[in-house]
């Protein structure tokens, strides 16, 4: 473990009892994350992309195994408010305006009025939503809500953004446009991300590193380091480096479904 | 206006059953009548005696708004609109021990949601006595709650207060727990990404998320006060309110002043749960809920 790493799991393994017996969510995963990571976790429905995230988060508690982030515990990570979480679903409140719901998170962590301004300003630029702040959130399409749920995670000083497919429900345009300002973002702010996601492109295109996962039990089966250059553009996706890389990501999730398929 | 001919038709419908219904149960005392007055009635007069009796068994509407309008608006005019004998003074006694019982029982509502979501041990211990409370019949229970009130010095506008109360915190418990469980999981766990207190989280997300289930529960329990107040001035022998009017009006065969009594007190009602219905429209509204 260097001294630039951010999250660092050793064996970690989490087993649900469910009423069907016990669900082996992930088992014996081991990940290094280095600082100004943008690594994605790819993997079919069920092999615990969300739940590994979510132990990350310290919104699940593992059940074997090491974590720590930013060298501490998950919980203690939390509370120090170490990383900002875009969930699924955008999750604005409907009583808030756009303004109001980015503010939220700054208000409880009591950032000063002034503060707070300047920040909800400076992030709604960052997503391209300037001009929103005082309109509701059923007033904004899709993925502009998602923008914002963004914007949100962005506002406070957190180094660390997990984002549990903040894209699924978004059309492929849109997509490709939020996958342009997330990496240029990423560029300028140096956060550290992880990024869950079930499209290869969308992994190749982002990542220095992607992290293929297999189901029963939740594991790691392959850890792809990009060569992909840190500037990207839309059209890196034709070039023969890409498409090399994502055809390794494909035959690792191949490789993980096992005769299956 | 499309709406109206649909209201007014129903309105007349409502109107013309009234009245014949009035025919069918007050002809049986015309007929005794002319009986006894030696006197047989043409359909016509039957009708007209049945629609115009002292004390009928059902009083016709027209009677019933004359009723109103003399103890009311007549009154108004005379300028004596809140003397002993006007329903407007009945019903702002009544209304009193309405809202102060709706604003106890409110919050007692309120109070006890709050302890049921955050604590286990309320939710276990106190929950089955919220509902046991309701099985017990109020009329049964009013007496005694009165009669207790009296014997340690209270009287007047508490003990129906208490009655109100009683009758009003079930819905807003109800709706309140059900209003502050709504939150989704993953609105909560957003809260906890950013490591809110648990007030924090009350009045930013569980709150705000509640108010939708507070209004309907208001409405109800605005409702359930009113028949509280009516209720507890029933055993006092009270003088004053829409209840004693009831009361009054039954000891003394006076059908009219019941009627008019319980029109007045279903138009408290509806102006009452309409208010808070206009409430919730503007809150929700400027909350961006609705
Ligand atoms: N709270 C829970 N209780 C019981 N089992 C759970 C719980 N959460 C997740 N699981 C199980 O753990 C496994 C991993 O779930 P997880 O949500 O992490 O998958 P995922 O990789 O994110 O899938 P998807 O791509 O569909 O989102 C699944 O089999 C799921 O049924
Ligand atoms: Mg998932």
Same mark, same amino acid.
């Given at each position: ?261 | ?106 919050? &007692? ?168 219905? &206009? ?12």
């Amino acid at each position: 473990m260097s001294s630039n790493t951010v999250i660092s799991a050793q064996n970690l393994s989490l087993t649900f009892q469910t009423g069907d017996g016990p669900v082996h969510a992930l088992k014996d995963v081991s990940l290094e994350v280095e600082k100004g990571d943008f690594v994605s976790f790819i993997g079919p429905s069920g092999c615990g992309k969300t739940t590994f995230l979510r132990c990350m988060a310290d919104l699940e508690h593992p059940t074997g195994g090491t974590l720590t982030v930013n060298g501490t515990s998950a919980e203690e990570a939390r509370k120090s408010r170490a990383y900002g979480y875009v969930f699924q679903a955008a999750g604005l409140y409907p009583w808030r305006t756009i303004g109001g719901n980015i503010r939220l998170p700054l208000e409880i962590m009591g950032y000063a009025r002034d503060d707070q301004e300047a920040r909800v300003k400076r992030v709604l630029d960052l997503v391209d939503l300037a001009g929103f702040e005082r309109k509701y959130p059923w007033q904004l399409s899709g993925g502009m809500q998602q923008r914002a749920s963004i914007a949100r995670a962005l506002a406070f000083d957190a180094d660390i953004l997990l984002m549990d497919e903040p894209f699924g429900a978004l059309d492929e345009i849109v997509r490709d446009h939020l996958n342009e300002q997330l990496l240029q973002l990423w560029d300028r702010t140096n956060k550290t991300i992880c990024f869950v996601t079930h499209s290869i492109p969308e992994a190749v295109y982002l990542s220095t590193k992607i992290v293929v996962m297999s189901p029963r039990p939740g594991r790691i089966t392959d850890v792809i380091e990009s060569t992909l250059p840190k500037h990207r553009p839309l059209d890196i996706r034709e070039t023969p480096e890409f498409l090399e890389i994502a055809h390794r990501v494909r035959e690792g999730l191949r490789a993980g479904h096992g005769d299956a398929v | 206006m499309r709406n109206l001919v649909p209201v007014l038709t129903i309105l007349a419908a409502l109107l013309a059953l009234w009245y014949a219904a009035a025919v069918a149960l007050n002809a049986q005392w015309a007929q005794d009548q002319a009986t006894r007055a030696g006197t047989t009635l043409t359909l016509p007069a039957l009708v007209a005696d049945t629609w115009s009796q002292d004390k009928p068994k059902l009083p016709a509407p027209h009677q019933v708004a004359l009723e109103i309008w003399n103890t009311t608006g007549a009154m108004v005019l005379e300028g004596r609109g809140f003397s002993k004998r006007s329903l407007f003074y009945h019903s702002w006694i009544t209304f009193s021990a309405t809202a102060l019982g709706f604003v106890l029982g409110t919050a &007692l509502g309120i109070a006890l949601a709050i302890g049921i979501v955050y604590n286990r041990t309320i939710d276990m211990s106190v929950m089955p006595w919220v509902i046991a409370s309701q099985t017990i019949p109020i009329l049964a229970i009013a007496p005694m709650i009165i009669v207790v009130l009296n014997a340690v010095g209270i009287s007047g506008l508490l003990p129906k207060a208490m009655i109100s109360m009683y009758l009003s915190f079930f819905p807003v418990v109800v709706g309140m727990v059900k209003g502050l469980r709504s939150p989704a999981p993953m609105q909560l766990d957003q809260m906890r990404t950013w490591s809110a207190s648990a007030a924090q989280t009350f009045w930013r997300l569980r709150l705000p998320s509640s108010m939708p289930y507070l209004f309907t529960s208001l409405k109800v329990g605005m409702a359930a006060s009113l028949v509280g107040a009516i209720v507890g001035e029933l055993p006092t022998g009270a003088v004053a309110g829409l209840g004693a009017r009831l009361l009054a009006g039954s000891y003394y065969g006076q059908t009219i002043q019941i009627w008019s009594a319980l029109i007045m007190a279903a138009t408290l009602a509806a102006v009452l749960v309409g208010l808070i219905g &206009l409430v919730q429209r503007i809150t929700l509204k400027r909350m961006g809920m609705a």
